[in-house]
Nanobody
Framework: QVQLEESGGGLVQPGGSLRLSCKASGSIADIDLRAWYRKVPGKSRELIATTWNPVTGRFTVSRNNAKNEIYLQMNSLIPEDTGVYYC???????????WGQGIQVTVSS
C-alpha cells in the first residue's frame, strides 16, 4: 500500500504564499512522487506542475527524495486559486498511480 498525505493548506489572503507538502509512506521503494494537481470549483481536476516541468507561473514543484516528499510553492495567490490540491505519484515501470486525499486552499480576504 502507498499512502500520500498532503499538508500546509489553509486560508491565505490574496497576494500571499503557501507551501504545500506531500509525504509518501508505505510500499514506496519503486514510487516516483511526480506532480501536483488541483480542483477548483466549477472545473475538472487540472495539472499544475510536475517534477520534470516544475515551474508554472506562480507555482513551483520541488522534491526531496531522501524524505519521500514533494512540495508545491505557491506565490501571489489569487481567489481563483481556491480549491483542493492533490499530490500524485506513479509506480516506476507500471500503470499504478496514487493520489493524496487532497488539501483545501482558500484564498480570501
Amino acid at each position: 500500500q502507498v499512502q500520500l498525505e498532503e499538508s500546509g493548506g489553509g486560508l491565505v489572503q490574496p497576494g500571499g504564499s503557501l507551501r504545500l507538502s506531500c509525504k509518501a509512506s508505505g510500499s514506496i521503494a519503486d514510487i516516483d512522487l511526480r506532480a501536483w494537481y488541483r480542483k477548483v470549483p466549477g472545473k475538472s481536476r487540472e495539472l499544475i506542475a510536475t517534477t520534470w516541468n516544475p515551474v508554472t507561473g506562480r507555482f513551483t514543484v520541488s522534491r526531496n527524495n531522501a524524505k519521500n516528499e514533494i512540495y508545491l510553492q505557491m506565490n501571489s495567490l489569487i481567489p481563483e486559486d481556491t480549491g483542493v490540491y492533490y499530490c500524485n505519484a506513479k509506480k516506476r515501470g507500471g500503470p499504478d498511480e496514487y493520489w493524496g486525499q487532497g488539501i483545501q486552499v482558500t484564498v480570501s480576504s
